[in-house]
């Protein structure tokens, strides 16, 4: 049977660089001077409960995003967190956690952002290396303090704004909605249990193909092969890789799983995440909507 690196590059993605095996991180756990094991979760509890040893621990709520403004950390923040983190500009980053790496992906995403570009999901997060009876701890690593200079932030190429989206949508561009039916539909305001989350109106972006996040993903954790996703961003959504896309969802984090999707397994070359999704375009005066 073949190991859990052969059944990646089986796959046929087309950044193969882009995700790791659960033997891949086995084997380099203690490599804390090159690679840096990241668990970032939607239950920001599960890291406490048990993690990977000497991974270390990226809360989405607390560490990515500015506490006031609806926008990420600043570029000072971001470097004071990755050398707390022992995160080195030429640090390889893989990221992991649970709902089949929602969050993980998020938080590549954000990364992403400010330029750091030696990054990689583990392939079937959590759910993965637990099945397979691998090792956890409850102690928090003691990680080298790492030098990171203060980045440049660029919103322009992997983000989308409110703009950006109006732009998008005059020239015809693909959307792509990653919600569930019943937020497509306008039917749910919200996803179940998300209330906080939700909008005045409900519907969907006019145009937007509706492709919810998790299909992208296996029973096991893992990502679908090449051609299973081909099938469904193309085959069933009609999005190619040469085009212009936008992906959205309520506030950008599960677009950000099929931005990583798009963007990593399958190569398309020109993909935005729009962060503000519906809970900004939902509750935007004129903004137009499709039912």
């Not at 500009?89 to 956690?97: E, L, N």
């Not at 179940?192 to 989350?197: A, G, L, R, S, V």
């Not at 959205?248 to 729009?274: A, K, P, Q």
């Amino acid at each position: 049977m073949a190991n859990t690196e052969q059944q990646i590059e089986q796959k046929g993605y087309a950044h193969l660089e882009a995700l790791v095996s659960t033997d891949w991180v086995a084997e380099h756990l203690n490599d804390l001077e090159n690679v840096r094991i990241v668990e970032s979760d939607e239950d920001v509890l599960l890291y406490e409960v048990g993690h990977i040893p000497n991974a270390v621990k990226i809360d989405w709520v607390e560490d990515l995003n500015d506490p006031l403004v609806r926008d990420y950390l600043d570029p000072e923040k971001f470097a004071r967190l990755m050398s707390e983190k022992g995160i080195g500009p030429d640090t390889k980053v893989v990221f992991y956690g649970d709902k089949n790496n929602w969050w993980a992906t998020y938080a590549l995403w954000v990364f992403r952002l400010f330029g750091h570009d030696n990054v990689a999901v583990m392939d079937g997060g959590r759910v993965k290396w637990e099945a397979e009876g691998r090792e956890m701890t409850q102690e928090v690593p003691s990680v080298p303090q790492a030098q990171y200079p203060t980045p440049t932030r660029d919103d322009s190429v992997i983000r989308a704004f409110k703009a950006d989206v109006e732009q998008h949508l005059q020239a015809n561009g693909s959307m792509i909605d990653v919600r569930s039916p019943g937020e497509y539909s306008g039917e749910l305001l919200h996803m179940p249990d998300y209330p906080q989350e939700g909008a005045l109106r409900g519907g969907h972006i006019p145009g937007a193909a509706n492709v919810p996040w998790a299909r992208a993903a296996r029973e096991d954790g893992t990502f679908k092969s090449a051609d299973e996703l081909k099938e469904i961003y193309e085959g069933e959504a009609g999005l190619s890789g040469d085009s212009e896309v936008v992906a959205y969802c309520r506030i950008g984090e599960r677009s950000s799983h099929t931005w990583f999707v798009l963007s990593y397994l399958l190569g398309y070359d020109s993909v935005r995440n729009y962060d503000g999704s519906w809970t900004e375009w939902g509750n935007s005066v004129g903004a137009p909507i499709e039912r």
